[in-house]
């Protein structure tokens, strides 16, 4: 592939903290190489406003390998920008050309509340895993790995279901900001699974439940999140998660 | 949404089928017939109410959705870029409603309205046009009259029924398949079909309903 380097205008959103009213900042970077990610670009925008005696500019980032879901943007209107199926520190710089103009903006939901500039903190997820996103087993000696028999296919759509890393761009990219891809995967993983079964209608009445009292918006089904997701993560796990949710509000007494 | 939405389907193949019925092309006896019995029968008068209480559930619905999603992003994108998947007219949907629910009110004006309550000057009763059918002698509503009326004379009405039919077309693209996901219905054979049946519903069953002005403009019923 071709090595160029490349001259930028970047827009990025800059706000101090929650309660503070944030605004787009515009800066220069020169001589970026196309084989930078777009994170390193990053990198050296912060050392060059370190160096100007500004104030770096936050961002969540961890792994930069495209498995942890730590890092977000809003880039030119995409989440994590123009690349399908594509986290932020793996979308590289030769996706822009010598002289872009690129817009970058957190990921805009309520229930994702902006620490600082591009930061924003997603602890809403965790709150949705805590009411329901696990199986009660206690630990003993680790089974036989084919002690349980299970379906290959809902072995395989599990998997897919489980690839979910977190990140949020279902809730970023949808008109709605609807956390359902996330929910939804994260119900799929375990009902799919003999080891999820005993709690599935307590599990899908409680992570629906903390999913509203987040704030998030609702699901009208316009696929976006599935086209937007960095693992492909499919909306038929909405489906399924709307199944189980159904299914559990005839089959419990309570809750 | 999808419950109220796939009773609304199920009314629109009902009320298409029986309108259909003008095209017969027999001054309306057979149309007339089918509208005397809906207006007459206690099940269908029955059935109405809940077919209001539906569509005004399902706008109620569509209002909530609309403001809890608004709720949900206080702060707007200062820039978005379609992913080139995503249908506009599912991202339309409130658009489209609003759009429809403007139609419905002239809809309601024109027929609803006087066939309930009458009041309209040029309703007759069946037996004054000779169709040849009577019902215990009450005077019934010449419905076939009233679209003849409505629909013979001013090109602007034409226009405002058919394009009340495309925000129809769209609004039901989206909404039937919808429904279904909404239900927890994804399966991999499955879900193509009731995509394909969805679309050629969508596409069927307004252009039926639109047919219906357009024919007597221009004077292919009469």
């Given at each position: 592939m071709e090595h160029y380097h490349m001259n930028l205008t970047l827009k990025v959103w800059r706000q101090k903290n929650n309660k503070a009213k944030g605004s787009f900042e515009t800066y220069k970077v020169k001589e970026i190489s196309s084989e930078m990610s777009f994170l390193e670009m990053f990198d050296v925008l912060n050392e060059q406003l370190i160096l100007e005696g500004k104030s770096p500019i936050a961002f969540d980032h961890d792994c930069r390998e495209g498995i942890c879901g730590m890092c977000s943007m809003h880039i030119n209107g995409q989440v994590h920008g123009?690349?399908?199926?594509?986290?932020t520190c793996q979308l590289h710089m030769r996706a822009f050309k010598d002289g872009d103009t690129i817009v970058v903006e957190p990921w805009r939901s309520k229930a994702f509340p902006i620490v600082k500039d591009l930061m924003v903190n997603r602890s809403a997820f965790d709150r949705i895993i805590e009411a329901g996103g696990y199986i009660s087993v206690n630990t003993g000696n680790a089974v036989d790995a084919n002690a349980i028999p299970i379906d290959k296919k809902k072995a395989d759509d599990a998997f897919m279901a489980a690839a979910c890393i977190g990140c949020g761009a279902c809730v970023a990219t949808c008109i709605n900001g609807s956390a359902m891809l996330f929910v939804g995967a994260k119900i799929s993983q375990l009902a799919l699974l003999p080891q999820g079964g005993p709690e599935r209608e307590s599990r899908a009445l409680n992570m629906v439940a903390q999913m509203d009292k987040e704030g998030f918006g609702n699901c009208t089904n316009t696929y976006a999140c599935e086209a937007q997701c960095p693992k492909g993560i499919s909306v038929a796990n909405i489906a399924r998660m709307n199944k189980e949710y159904i299914g559990a509000g005839f089959a419990t007494e309570e809750n | 949404m999808g419950a109220t939405g796939l009773f609304l389907i199920t009314f629109l193949i009902v009320h298409a089928g029986i309108n259909s019925m003008i095209f017969f092309n027999d001054g309306g006896e057979t149309f007339n017939h089918w509208g005397h019995f809906m207006g007459s029968n206690f099940i269908i008068r029955t059935m109405e109410i809940g077919l209001m209480l539906f569509l005004l559930l399902h706008i109620v619905e569509g209002l909530l959705l609309w403001r809890q999603n608004k709720i949900a992003r206080p702060v707007k994108y200062a820039v978005t870029r379609t992913d080139g998947k995503t249908k506009w007219y599912s991202k339309s949907m409130g658009l489209l409603g609003t759009l429809i629910l403007i139609f419905l009110i002239m809809h309601f004006y024109h027929f609803w309205i006087p066939s309930r309550f009458g009041g309209m000057a040029?309703?007759?009763?069946?037996a004054e046009i000779t169709l040849g059918q009577e019902y215990n002698n009450q005077p019934v509503h010449n419905l076939y009259k009233e679209m003849q009326n409505v629909f013979s004379g001013n090109l602007i009405v034409i226009i405002f029924y058919v394009l009340g039919c495309i925000s129809l077309c769209w609004h039901l693209m989206h909404g039937f398949q919808s429904a279904f996901q909404t239900f927890g219905v994804n399966h991999k054979r499955y879900t193509p079909i009731i995509k394909a049946v969805g679309v050629l519903y969508s596409v069927g069953i307004s252009l039926l309903f639109a047919s219906m002005p357009v024919a007597f403009y221009f004077g292919w019923v009469n």
């Open positions: 123009p690349w399908a199926q594509n986290t | 040029n309703i007759q009763p069946l």
